[in-house]
């Protein structure tokens, strides 16, 4: 109980002296990776440094060749196969890298939500999402799509956890396995790949073109929570926690990118109906261990309702 009672007051003061890097907006028709500025530090002391998107991309065009270099090299000691792909755009995600990198350093930022597209893609020819799985494995938190809650809920996890987390979505329901398919597209810290298989280098689906990794995630309990808008009891909107939890199951690569299959601790089925009758947000955050009851803790302590995801 005392080191569960640690963990919640290392989270709660995580947050408090947390600032998070939004770098754009979020993209049009993408309403559930809108957040309340005001909210979010009334309720946890974070702030929100907005940062034009146009400067972050003219920063990582402008990028020295030398962190370029330092960057590829370790990526590639990672996953051998990044010599493989577009070198061009290879090289471009290591500006965006260090771009980001720069910002959160010189910034002081505990994380950062980044309009990952399309302007990445338009404007640079590389995806945004290999920095942002670097990021991660730094435990500076990067959220796509420019979801500051999203960001918000992985800084909360990794406080309480001391390891990496990452923001995902559900994809899939499996009803005959009773399983779930969490992905994203390649933005899961390196970390949490599972042993036994490769990293690899990869481009994204859509937009066919590096540096994303590819890997499935390792067997493993997992934490899952979401800070999730919504409206409140006196009709107002604010905010709420989503917890849940499961096994991550060893399974092949569901998808390109990055992808776990997970057991929840309720029936899938009913987790889809209570994710679908609540209207989450496509995005939750998940890491490595249970966490569950601090994250309760965390809740009482923030005058947070809480919605339980896997609870019976």
Known sequence: KVTRLARIGRA????????????????????????DAGDLADLFGVRVQPVALADTLAQAAASPDGARDAFIER????????????QAAVRGTAGVYHALRTLADDSQLSGVAVRCWP???????C???????????????????ADVNGTVTSLLLQALSGAQAFITDLVSIEAESDTGVLWHCGLAPASMADPEGP?????HSNRKLPLLFEFPLKPGRVTIARLHRTALDNGTAG???VIGGGEMVRAPKSFTGTSGVIRFDRPTAEVFDTIMRAGLEHHVSITYGDYQEELRGFAR????????LTAP
């Open 12 to 35: 709660r003061r995580a947050l408090d002296q947390a600032t998070i890097g939004l770098v754009g907006e979020h993209p049009a028709g993408f309403d559930t990776c809108a957040y």
């Open 199 to 203: 990293i690899l280098g990869t481009i």
């Open 301 to 308: 302590l923030a005058g947070l309702a809480v919605l339980e």
């Open 127 to 145: 995806a945004a999402c290999g920095a942002m799985s670097v990021l991660n494995e730094e435990k500076c938190p990067a959220s796509c799509e």
């Open 119 to 125: 302007e990445f893609f338009t404007e640079l020819g």
């Open 239 to 241: 905010y709420q926690l």
């Open 75 to 86: 990526v590639t000691a990672l996953a051998p196969n990044v010599a493989e792909l577009d």
